[in-house]
């Protein structure tokens, strides 16, 4: 009913010390992951549909890499690091760390794909 834009999804492990630790039945680890499973191929359609809403847009984005092939990695404000998805960025020619306007083009399960929109010769986005 609800719908997350991004969701971190882990099964339960047991750990000792912990009230949970002792309650049985345990759930077996199969059902586990189809669960988990589930919940994840549910969240890929609602990711899917969220970024799609995306395209066309033009966002500012912060370049966190730059791979040997011209092409930056980087994330948009409402991106956290290492846990949701990323923005790609073809052809770069900056450093990472900088901030670069761009026009999202593309979008996969979770990231997003951008063409850079140059400055105006005022250096104004």
Known sequence: ENKFDHVGVFSYSREEGTKAYDIQ???EEEIKQERRERI???QQKISTN???????QE????IDQVLNNGTAV????RLAPDVDGVVYLQNYQGKPGSF????MVDSDEYNLKAQEILPTSTGIF
Do not use: Y
Not at 59 to 62: A, E, M, P, S
Not at 74 to 77: A, L, N, Q, V
Not at 100 to 103: D, E, I, P
């Open 40 to 42: 994840l191929a549910e």
């Open 100 to 103: 670069v306007r761009g026009l």
């Open 74 to 77: 980087g994330r948009t404000e």
């Open 50 to 56: 969220l970024l799609k809403r995306q395209l066309r």
């Open 59 to 62: 966002q500012v984005i912060l």
């Open 25 to 27: 039945p345990q759930i």
